[in-house]
């Protein structure tokens, strides 16, 4: 059986009712395996992470995404975290006897069904990116909500479903497909924010620093410290060792100590090689933090 991993991020971290009744309307769908719930107060945004075959995926992102939308109001919503929309982005990922082709046709398929069923501008990014300016997610969200109308105005950002009109009260959603990225953040036991972003602008790799990290610098008000906010789009090449070895001596050379390290979501087990949990400073981490615990073991459920 092929399976497909499915990571939407929605516009919403405070509000415990409103997770509640998305986290239902998914489990309400069979064949969805519910893995984990990420919610941050001061990103204002919480991150699902389910598995489960292609077509049971597509319905259970449905479900989900639509009770989402019935729920945030982005004319209300503040957060550290840049996005677009209520339901912000909602990506695919192929696992277990699944291809990049298998993701990128339920994003294509669920994006356009989404955008017409909700009348909501839909972009697709990543490997379902059908413009190349698009491939990347921080161009689409570049500006974020408030700057979303005045670019929508512009013919070359009309989006790739829905209408070309800002749904205001939604605002848009980008969907792709993509391999296995890390989403891993580095809280730092400091409040000195101008620091956070100067370690995110001196490891990212579009300002020169490590290949296929992207960082940003936010402020935990609700904590009174700062933190460096990464996305590892390939830990293969740049591993998670790496980036905290780097983040950490950076920090070092400001004056600055890490109070620990969180993933957001799961983790490959092949990420975790040559380093321990412990080294990384992680908090709270399980076993079933790993994604390939979740996974039915080799030959089960083979298609013939």
Known sequence: MKILECVPNFSEGRNRKTIDAVADALQRVGGVQLLDICTDADHNRTVFTFLGA?????????????????????????????????????????????????????????????????????????????????????????????????RMKDPAWAPDAGPSVLNARSGATAVGARDFLVAFNINLASADLDAARKIA???????????????????????????????????????????????????????????????????????????TPQQLMLKDFREDRIVERHLPPAGAGREA
């Open 54 to 150: 292609p077509d049971d995926i597509e319905r259970g992102a449905a479900a989900a995404c639509d009770k989402a939308l019935e729920l945030i109001d982005m004319r209300a919503q503040r957060g550290v975290h840049p996005r677009i929309g209520a339901v912000d982005v909602v990506p695919f990922i192929p696992l277990k006897n699944a291809v990049m082709a298998d993701a990128v046709e339920a994003a294509r398929r669920f994006g356009r069904a989404f955008a017409q069923r909700n009348r909501l501008p839909v972009f697709f990014y990543g490997e379902a990116a059908l413009v190349e300016e698009r491939r990347e997610l921080p161009h689409i969200r570049r500006g974020g909500y408030e700057a979303l109308d005045k």
């Open 201 to 275: 602008g001196t490891i990212r790799h579009s300002g020169g620093g490590m290949k296929h990290v992207k960082a940003i610098g936010v402020p935990l008000k609700s904590r009174g410290i700062v933190q460096v906010s990464m996305n590892l789009t390939n830990f293969r090449e740049t591993s998670v060792k790496d980036v905290f070895e780097r983040v950490q001596a950076e920090a070092a050379r400001l004056g600055l100590g890490i109070l620990e390290s969180e993933l957001v979501g799961l983790i490959p087990e092949e990420a975790l090689e040559g380093v």
